[in-house]
């Protein structure tokens, strides 16, 4: 692992993208500090181009935009992290068992995989928060349930690889009992590699979150960038500051998780090193 | 003399910073004759490869270079032709042979198209002469049917015949140089002493001048007109084959010769009457068709009879295929069988369930053939060893205490147990896999090849721990070994298996001296090197 770290540090656009992450963290937590009281208090003339007063301008209801963007960035903070813990947790439980046990369970477990798949990811998130009404828990539980099969085919495969290895036969000569196998010996050898693709799916789980709240999906009374580029699109001619900021934020967000996950992927996976 | 072919001067080649040494071989020189078989021998990391490699511009650049030296093949030096002019030697004035016969062929390509792919690069020829001209080159490696082998596909052949094709293909054009790269380790015994005939006869033939590359001895004693022994990247000795095998001087040669384990015939024991701890009766074991579509199966054993008796070494001898694996597999319950009874002490275990087997599993303990693959590159060596104890309902603290002492019994230093295993070399992992085996204290210890992937002088140290051990602890072992040398090293009885059954069991005396069944006379007939120690024995 800290063979790893040290690899990543290597990777110039990695670190760009921590760096990125970082100054994202960072509006997150002082959002409250730089913007006190809610960001969907009217605070000044509707429509006003970015000037001194507000640097990137108001929208149609004269709402802040760099007070929305930043508690924005907390609402795609925490339903992309939210999303992706759920989808491994999910994925590692049904590829580990279609993994590990392999037979019929594989098959019943790993054609649930495929079906997933091929239903496309967005409708099926779009499907499942307009069934179970919008709010940040259930945006969390739609996208959780369309981004598992990644992980569910990873951990699978890597299963199955390290179940042909002779430590995992050496263990089960000793009697050791699946959980055993499974906790101690299988799930910490393909840990870099979920990490790693995990982190990768935090991108992704923002921008579905985005396209949910922008086709009015999201939760109505928490601020996302989605539903400000909603607000602002009938107005995109005229007042071009409302979609442009949070879309860069979204933007530059993904943009930064893609390095970084591409830097830890490279640096943990041993397959690609030394590329 | 015979005229030179190759010459290396003075050959660096550099690592990248980091690696154990800075240069794998420094200042190497080597003359290459025609007609004559130049053996170059080391134990893995001397840098053996790595020189054939350079040969033919073939290092893992950028980081693998060569720094230094020239290498001179008809007035050039190849260490500074082009691209151009390198890829007209190669195939034309040098080809090479590699160690996997399955993945140095393309399995898209048929046999045909692969050995004619290099006379249409390399010379002119219409279609129909080409054809010709390879069907002529499949004779001469002595393949069966060379008109239906054009069209099979690698995966057709054996490992035997993939080697030949290897070989016709590498002598197509010629070449007055052929590097052979460890061409017969991924072969079984029978098809090694072919091979290496066949190689001997073809470069006879042609006067073609031969490098080969290899760890074995046997291989070298067999082959070899002139030795050359690299040590960690310093050619420490060269000469003729009678000098360096018969009289060696440099002390590392000296050692190495003296840890091949001897041909010669062992002590005769008195037939033990201890009691039998293990007996298997008529197990058989299927691998593959199943499901809707069936499949080719495969008979692993097929009614195997055997029977291990306390305190004595069974050795498990055969080829690959034949069915020991499985067996030492299924002796230890890794593995279920089909059919037959397993009798530990005389109890049935063929057929218990994972809860039965429970308390089994500590009486029988296996060590593995890979020293990479049977420890949990994630684990601490102490929790690896401790492990079983712990399973097992030991505290882990006593299960630590006692992992840490079973690392002096096998060899390693007491600090080895915070360590994980990917800092150790490969004997002295399987030492701490046989620690992790013998922290159950079991009766049965199996051993699955367990010194095949390791070179030569450690193969000897951990055959005499192995040896030592079993004495100490009163256990019995079952040896499961494709190398008879080893076999008859170590073992009290040696078990024949071919196509999954037992074919002749007797005591290691015995079955030196008289070998019965005519699969046995011809196993211990193609042990690489054979005549070489009767002669330094007698």
């Not at chain 1, 928490?222 to 071009?240: D, E, F, N, Q, T």
């Not at chain 2, 097929?302 to 020991?324: F, I, N, P, Q, W």
């Given at each position: 692992m800290?063979?790893?770290?040290?690899?990543?540090?290597?990777?110039?656009l990695?670190?760009l993208?921590?760096?990125?992450?970082?100054?994202?963290?960072?509006t997150?937590?002082?959002?409250?500090?730089a913007?006190?009281g809610?960001p969907f208090?009217?605070?000044?003339?509707?429509?006003?181009?970015?000037d001194a007063?507000?640097p990137?301008?108001t929208?149609?209801?004269?709402?802040?935009?760099?007070?929305?963007?930043a508690?924005?960035a907390r609402?795609?903070?925490?339903?992309?992290?939210?999303?992706?813990?759920?989808?491994?947790?999910?994925?590692?439980?049904?590829?580990?068992?279609a993994?590990f046990?392999r037979?019929?369970?594989?098959?019943?477990l790993?054609?649930?995989?495929?079906?997933?798949?091929?239903?496309?990811?967005f409708?099926?998130?779009?499907?499942?928060?307009a069934i179970?009404?919008?709010s940040?828990t259930?945006?969390?539980?739609?996208?959780?349930?369309?981004?598992?099969?990644?992980?569910a085919?990873?951990?699978?495969g890597?299963?199955?690889?390290?179940?042909?290895?002779?430590?995992v036969?050496?263990?089960?000569?000793?009697?050791?009992?699946?959980?055993?196998?499974?906790?101690?010996?299988?799930?910490?050898?393909?840990?870099?590699?979920i990490?790693a693709?995990?982190?990768?799916?935090?991108?992704?789980?923002?921008?579905?979150?985005?396209g949910?709240?922008f086709?009015?999906?999201?939760?109505p009374?928490?601020?996302?960038?989605g539903?400000?580029?909603?607000?602002g699109?009938?107005?995109?001619?005229?007042?071009?500051?409302?979609?442009?900021?949070?879309?860069?934020?979204?933007?530059?967000?993904?943009l930064a998780?893609?390095?970084?996950?591409?830097?830890?992927?490279?640096?943990?996976?041993?397959?690609?090193?030394?590329? | 003399m015979?005229?030179?072919?190759?010459e290396?001067?003075?050959?660096t080649?550099?690592?990248?910073?980091g690696?154990?040494?800075?240069?794998?071989?420094?200042?190497v020189d080597?003359?290459?004759?025609a007609?004559?078989v130049?053996c170059?021998?080391g134990?893995?990391?001397?840098g053996k490869?790595?020189?054939?490699?350079s040969?033919?511009?073939?290092l893992?650049?950028?980081?693998v270079?060569?720094?230094?030296?020239?290498?001179?093949?008809?007035?050039?030096?190849l260490?500074?032709a082009?691209?151009?002019?390198m890829?007209?030697?190669?195939g034309?004035?040098?080809?090479?042979?590699?160690?996997e016969?399955m993945?140095?062929?393309?399995?898209?390509?048929?046999?045909?198209r692969?050995?004619?792919?290099?006379?249409r690069?390399?010379?002119?020829?219409?279609?129909?002469?080409?054809?010709?001209?390879?069907?002529?080159?499949?004779?001469?490696?002595?393949?069966?049917?060379?008109?239906?082998?054009?069209?099979?596909?690698?995966?057709?052949?054996?490992g035997?015949?993939r080697q030949r094709?290897?070989?016709?293909?590498?002598?197509?054009?010629?070449?007055?140089?052929?590097?052979?790269?460890?061409?017969?380790?991924?072969?079984?015994v029978?098809?090694?002493?072919?091979?290496l005939?066949?190689?001997?006869?073809?470069?006879?033939?042609?006067?073609?001048?031969?490098?080969?590359?290899?760890h074995?001895?046997?291989?070298?004693?067999?082959?070899a007109?002139?030795?050359?022994?690299l040590?960690?990247g310093?050619?420490?000795?060269?000469?003729s084959?009678?000098?360096?095998?018969?009289?060696?001087?440099?002390?590392?040669?000296?050692?190495?010769?003296?840890?091949?384990?001897?041909?010669?015939?062992?002590?005769?024991?008195?037939?033990?009457k201890?009691?039998?701890?293990?007996q298997?009766r008529d197990?058989?074991?299927?691998?593959?068709?199943?499901?809707?579509?069936?499949?080719?199966?495969?008979?692993?054993?097929a009614g195997?009879?055997?029977?291990?008796?306390?305190?004595?070494?069974?050795?498990l001898?055969?080829e690959s295929?034949?069915?020991k694996s499985?067996l030492?597999?299924?002796?230890?319950?890794?593995?279920?069988?089909?059919d037959?009874?397993?009798?530990?002490?005389?109890?049935?275990?063929?057929?218990l369930?994972?809860?039965?087997?429970?308390?089994?599993?500590?009486?029988?303990?296996?060590?593995?053939?890979d020293p990479?693959g049977?420890?949990d590159?994630?684990?601490?060596?102490v929790?690896?060893?401790?492990e079983?104890?712990?399973?097992?309902?030991?505290?882990?603290?006593?299960?630590?205490?006692?992992?840490?002492?079973?690392?002096?019994l096998?060899?390693?230093?007491?600090s080895?147990?915070?360590?994980f295993p990917h800092?150790?070399?490969?004997?002295q992992?399987?030492?701490i896999?046989?620690?992790?085996?013998l922290?159950?204290?079991?009766?049965?210890?199996?051993?699955?090849?367990?010194v095949?992937a390791?070179?030569?002088?450690?193969?000897?140290?951990?055959?005499?721990?192995?040896?030592?051990?079993k004495?100490?602890?009163?256990?019995?072992?079952?040896?499961?070994?494709h190398d008879l040398?080893?076999?008859?090293?170590?073992?009290?009885?040696i078990?024949?298996?071919?196509?999954?059954?037992?074919?002749e069991?007797a005591?290691?005396?015995?079955?030196y001296?008289?070998?019965q069944?005519?699969?046995?006379?011809?196993?211990?007939?193609?042990?690489?090197?054979?005549?070489?120690?009767?002669?330094?024995?007698?």
């Amino acid at each position: 692992m800290r063979a790893g770290l040290s690899r990543f540090a290597r990777n110039r656009l990695a670190l760009l993208g921590a760096a990125l992450l970082l100054c994202l963290l960072l509006t997150v937590i002082l959002a409250p500090v730089a913007f006190p009281g809610d960001p969907f208090r009217l605070a000044g003339r509707p429509l006003q181009p970015p000037d001194a007063s507000f640097p990137l301008g108001t929208d149609t209801l004269g709402r802040d935009v760099a007070a929305e963007v930043a508690y924005g960035a907390r609402t795609s903070l925490v339903i992309g992290i939210g999303a992706t813990l759920g989808a491994i947790l999910f994925g590692v439980v049904i590829g580990g068992l279609a993994g590990f046990y392999r037979g019929t369970v594989e098959v019943v477990l790993m054609r649930l995989t495929e079906f997933f798949q091929t239903i496309p990811a967005f409708i099926l998130a779009i499907l499942i928060v307009a069934i179970l009404s919008p709010s940040v828990t259930n945006e969390v539980i739609a996208i959780a349930l369309v981004s598992w099969p990644a992980i569910a085919r990873l951990v699978r495969g890597e299963f199955v690889a390290l179940g042909g290895r002779e430590f995992v036969l050496a263990c089960a000569g000793l009697g050791a009992g699946d959980a055993r196998i499974i906790f101690r010996h299988l799930l910490p050898n393909c840990l870099s590699q979920i990490i790693a693709v995990g982190s990768l799916l935090i991108g992704t789980s923002i921008l579905i979150e985005a396209g949910l709240s922008f086709l009015g999906l999201g939760d109505p009374n928490v601020m996302s960038w989605g539903l400000v580029i909603s607000a602002g699109r009938a107005v995109l001619r005229s007042a071009w500051w409302i979609c442009t900021f949070p879309g860069i934020a979204i933007l530059l967000t993904v943009l930064a998780i893609n390095l970084a996950g591409d830097g830890l992927n490279e640096a943990l996976n041993p397959r690609l090193r030394d590329r | 003399m015979t005229d030179i072919v190759l010459e290396i001067e003075k050959l660096t080649i550099a690592l990248p910073a980091g690696a154990d040494r800075p240069n794998a071989v420094t200042d190497v020189d080597l003359v290459l004759r025609a007609g004559e078989v130049t053996c170059l021998i080391g134990e893995s990391g001397s840098g053996k490869s790595l020189v054939a490699r350079s040969i033919l511009g073939l290092l893992p650049g950028p980081h693998v270079r060569a720094s230094g030296g020239r290498i001179l093949f008809q007035g050039q030096d190849l260490l500074r032709a082009g691209p151009a002019e390198m890829r007209a030697i190669r195939g034309a004035g040098i080809a090479m042979i590699f160690q996997e016969p399955m993945t140095a062929l393309n399995p898209l390509h048929t046999i045909g198209r692969q050995l004619e792919e290099v006379f249409r690069i390399h010379t002119n020829l219409s279609r129909p002469a080409r054809r010709a001209k390879v069907v002529g080159l499949l004779e001469s490696v002595h393949l069966p049917e060379p008109a239906r082998l054009l069209r099979s596909y690698p995966h057709q052949l054996s490992g035997g015949q993939r080697q030949r094709a290897l070989i016709a293909m590498a002598l197509s054009c010629q070449p007055r140089l052929l590097i052979a790269d460890e061409p017969t380790t991924a072969l079984d015994v029978t098809t090694q002493a072919q091979i290496l005939h066949l190689i001997r006869e073809l470069q006879r033939e042609h006067g073609t001048s031969v490098l080969f590359i290899t760890h074995d001895f046997g291989v070298v004693a067999d082959i070899a007109d002139t030795v050359a022994v690299l040590r960690r990247g310093d050619l420490v000795e060269q000469g003729s084959a009678q000098a360096v095998l018969g009289r060696p001087k440099h002390p590392y040669t000296q050692a190495l010769i003296a840890a091949v384990p001897k041909l010669t015939p062992p002590p005769v024991r008195l037939p033990s009457k201890a009691p039998f701890v293990i007996q298997a009766r008529d197990v058989a074991k299927t691998y593959g068709a199943r499901g809707p579509f069936g499949g080719r199966v495969t008979k692993a054993l097929a009614g195997v009879e055997m029977e291990l008796r306390r305190g004595e070494t069974l050795g498990l001898v055969g080829e690959s295929g034949s069915g020991k694996s499985t067996l030492a597999r299924a002796v230890s319950r890794l593995l279920p069988v089909d059919d037959g009874e397993i009798l530990l002490s005389g109890r049935d275990i063929a057929h218990l369930n994972r809860w039965q087997l429970r308390p089994i599993r500590k009486r029988i303990q296996m060590v593995f053939q890979d020293p990479y693959g049977s420890l949990d590159p994630r684990q601490r060596v102490v929790d690896i060893i401790a492990e079983g104890p712990i399973i097992h309902g030991a505290p882990a603290e006593r299960a630590r205490a006692e992992a840490r002492e079973l690392l002096g019994l096998v060899g390693l230093d007491a600090s080895a147990a915070n360590r994980f295993p990917h800092e150790f070399s490969g004997g002295q992992r399987q030492r701490i896999g046989i620690a992790r085996a013998l922290a159950l204290r079991p009766e049965v210890l199996v051993a699955d090849e367990p010194v095949s992937a390791l070179d030569v002088s450690v193969q000897a140290q951990v055959l005499a721990l192995l040896a030592d051990i079993k004495t100490r602890l009163e256990l019995s072992m079952l040896f499961v070994t494709h190398d008879l040398r080893v076999a008859l090293r170590i073992c009290d009885r040696i078990a024949v298996m071919k196509q999954g059954q037992v074919i002749e069991v007797a005591p290691t005396a015995d079955i030196y001296a008289a070998p019965q069944h005519p699969y046995t006379k011809a196993l211990f007939a193609a042990v690489p090197g054979a005549n070489w120690q009767d002669r330094t024995a007698a």
